[in-house]
Structure formats: structure tokens, C-alpha cells
């Protein structure tokens, strides 16, 4: 039977009076992929910012390995073996590709657990490119790299990653979802953020769809796909 690793509980959430998550409640079984989608400004970052405990939750749960981390310090979340990779990637294009990761590892806890070693031999096209700057790879090499940084320090289980695809052409899309399918290979859990709906719903086995802050529909992945009417009611997909 599926183990459940990730346990999100009737979370709300709000930015000062602004309340943006309702109840919010999912899970996510160890060894899975998990897509989260919906439309602009639904609450998806939030949701994610919330796991990570950057934004704090007003009420409800978050269990991670059975254990309740809302509340906890982000660097606390990291050591329980979550790790974020950001929208918009955010890597510093002036910096090699071994600055980048050696800066991530200075900000976290140290390089000594840091393991770039494990880092180039999971992802040879860094190794490669160690000495490059990261502005003159291409978008779907600084992806690889902007989750490279999320692997660094203590050991991931599971693995947020918020808008992998964005500002991406098609074809780097597919070498993206081959990284995160390569990572999932490796035993690491993924909770895929994506506005692009149907690349996250290729990849994940279960979909949730949030609407307004609020989850409206969860269903396999490959259901939803195939079910015309609710991608065009929940994602506006024609
Ligand atoms: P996008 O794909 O555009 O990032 P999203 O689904 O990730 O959308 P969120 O970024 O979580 O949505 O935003 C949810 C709501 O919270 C939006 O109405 C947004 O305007 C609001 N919001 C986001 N960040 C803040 C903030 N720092 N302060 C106040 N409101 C915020």
C-alpha cells in the first residue's frame, strides 16, 4: 500500500488581511508525482510557500513523515527533507554554474553535506559546464541548474517545484520533464506547480486543481487529461 509522505491538512493562508488559501487539504504518497494546477493567481506558490513554512499558515496541519512541521523555520522544513526550487529559476547568469552551486551551499547549511559530487554525477551537463557562465546556457540547462541548488545540503524526499516550464519552447519543456522524471526515477517525491497544465498532468499519477485558493477537483492525472470538459471548466484548455 502507498505510503504517504506529504500530508496537507485544511490549511488557510493569508498575506496580512488577505486571505488566500481555504481549507486547502492534499497528499502525497511517497515515490509519487504529484501536479497541482490552475489558473493565475489561484494559490498555487502560496500552497508551496506554505509547505515550506516562508509563509506562515493561519490554521490547519502540514505533516511530513508523519511528523507536523507548520510552525518549523524554513531551514527546519529543509532538514526534514523538503526542498524548494522557485519560479523564474533564479540563477545569477554572471556566476559559473559552480559559483551558482557553491553560493547555495554557503546560504544553506554548509558545504560540507552539500554533495556536489552526488550534483554532477546526477546531472553530467553541469559537470560539463562547471566553469560556464549560467547566463549563456540555455533555459532548460539553468533549470537543471536552478534545481541542482534545491538538491544541495541535507537529503530531499520530496521536492516542490514551482513553474519548471515557464518561458520554456516545447522542446526544452520535454528535456525538463525528462529531469524530473530521471529525479522521481532516483526515489525523489515530487509536488509539480504548473500552469501548464497538461505538461504537469503527463507527468504526475494524481492532479489537483485549485481555483480562488480553494481545491475544487483532485482526480488521477491521465483522467483529467483525457476529460475534455473538466480541463476546459477547471484550466480553461480547450
Ligand atoms: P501564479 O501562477 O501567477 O504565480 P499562483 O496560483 O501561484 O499564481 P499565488 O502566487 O499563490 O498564485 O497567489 C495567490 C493570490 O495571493 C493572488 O491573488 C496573489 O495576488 C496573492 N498574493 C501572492 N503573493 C502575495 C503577497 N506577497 N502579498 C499579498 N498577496 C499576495
Keep these: 500500500m502507498a505510503e504517504e509522505l506529504l500530508s496537507v491538512s485544511s490549511i488557510n493562508t493569508h498575506y496580512g488581511q488577505s486571505h488566500v488559501l481555504f481549507d486547502v487539504s492534499l497528499s502525497v504518497d511517497r515515490g509519487g508525482i504529484v501536479a497541482l494546477v490552475g489558473r493565475n493567481g489561484a494559490g498555487k506558490t502560496t500552497t ?21 512541521i507548520q510552525g518549523l523555520q524554513p531551514h527546519a522544513v529543509r532538514k526534514r527533507g523538503i526542498s524548494w526550487v522557485p519560479e523564474g529559476r533564479r540563477v545569477f547568469g554572471d556566476l559559473t554554474v559552480e559559483e551558482n552551486l557553491r553560493l547555495a551551499a554557503h546560504t544553506g547549511e554548509g558545504d560540507k ?22 547566463g549563456t ?11 541542482a541548488r534545491g538538491l544541495l545540503g541535507p537529503e530531499t524526499d520530496l521536492l516542490l517545484l514551482d513553474e519548471p516550464s ?5 522542446q526544452i519543456v520535454e528535456d525538463v520533464k525528462d529531469i524530473i522524471r530521471d529525479l522521481n526515477d532516483d526515489g525523489v517525491t515530487i509536488l509539480l506547480v504548473e500552469q501548464n497544465a497538461e505538461m504537469a498532468l503527463d507527468l504526475a499519477d494524481l492532479a489537483y486543481v485549485l481555483e480562488t485558493g480553494e481545491v475544487v477537483h483532485d482526480a488521477p492525472a491521465s483522467e483529467l487529461l483525457s476529460d475534455r470538459s473538466a480541463m476546459e471548466t477547471y484550466l480553461g484548455v480547450k
Excluded: H
Design 166 to 170: 515557464e518561458g520554456l519552447a516545447p
Design 48 to 68: 508551496l510557500r506554505s509547505i515550506m513554512c516562508l509563509t506562515p499558515v493561519s490554521s490547519g496541519t502540514i505533516t511530513m513523515n508523519g511528523e507536523e
Design 113 to 134: 553535506r552539500a554533495g556536489f559530487e552526488e550534483i554532477y554525477d546526477r546531472f553530467p551537463r553541469l559537470d560539463e559546464r562547471r566553469t560556464q557562465k549560467a
Design 137 to 147: 546556457m540555455s533555459g532548460g540547462e539553468q533549470q537543471m541548474l536552478a534545481i
